[in-house]
T-cell receptor, first 110, second 116 residues
Framework: DAKTTQPNSMESNEEEPVHLPCNHS???????IHWYRQLPSQGPEYVIH???SNVNNRMASLAIAEDRKSSTLILHRATLRDAAVYYC???????????FGTGTSLTVIP | DVKVTQSSRYLVKRTGEKVFLECVQD?????MFWYRQDPGLGLRLIYF???????EKGDIPEGYSVSREKKERFSLILESASTNQTSMYLC???????????????FGPGTRLTVL
């Protein structure tokens, strides 16, 4: 599976939008883009995923570049409970394994 | 509610001991995974299994073995624990890829293992 590149850390003020970037320049045409987050002292949990089109769910939005070489996870109004490590992962349709990497540690400032 | 459970949240063992970490899932998932998580290194895959009695090495299998005798249970075995195996161990499960493009991984709460 192709690898992703994310900033090590980001900060955001509470109640402001947060844009978490991810670069995946070697993505293949059938790779899905998944985002997971890991809250302190917990295992990672699913946030959102997409293939080509932008996606929205109750937790976040996923904006995918037209060339698919990058994507952005958008938290519309950061809360203190959003402080976590966010992982951007690529997986093919037949790929059972995820490569998590080190993710982006998000700090939310009250 | 979907569940992945791990046998212990905290475990302290001595160097040279044989250690068993157990993971059970109740979602009838084909895939099960063992990761370890260390500061600055993120989550790294140790082993995964896509069926009973089947296993595949991940990125860091050295020093570990696994057992999957039943679909719902996946065990990680440290044959002779060493201090560099002190870490957080996370188990996960998912459907087999291709069944659904979603193949979300569900994680257990983790086991923090300390080897003295």
């Amino acid at each position: 599976d192709a690898k992703t590149t994310q900033p090590n850390s980001m900060e955001s003020n509470e109640e402001e939008p947060v844009h978490l970037p991810c670069n995946h320049s070697t993505i293949s045409g059938t790779d899905y883009i998944h985002w997971y987050r890991q809250l302190p002292s917990q295992g990672p949990e699913y946030v959102i995923h997409g293939l080509t089109s932008n996606v929205n769910n109750r937790m976040a939005s996923l904006a995918i570049a037209e060339d698919r070489k990058s994507s952005t996870l958008i938290l519309h109004r950061a809360t203190l409970r959003d402080a976590a490590v966010y992982y951007c992962i690529l997986t093919g349709l037949t790929g059972n394994q995820f490569y998590f990497g080190t993710g982006t540690s998000l700090t939310v400032i009250p | 509610d979907v569940k992945v459970t791990q046998s212990s949240r905290y475990l302290v063992k001595r160097t040279g001991e044989k250690v068993f970490l157990e993971c059970v899932q109740d979602m009838d998932h084909e895939n099960m995974f063992w990761y370890r998580q260390d500061p600055g290194l993120g989550l790294r895959l140790i082993y995964f299994s896509y069926d009973v009695k089947m296993k595949e090495k991940g990125d860091i299998p050295e020093g570990y073995s696994v057992s999957r005798e039943k679909k719902e249970r996946f065990s990680l075995i440290l044959e002779s624990a060493s201090t560099n195996q002190t870490s957080m161990y996370l188990c996960a499960s998912s459907q087999l890829a291709g069944v659904s493009q979603f193949n979300e991984q569900f994680f257990g709460p983790g086991t923090r293992l300390t080897v003295l």
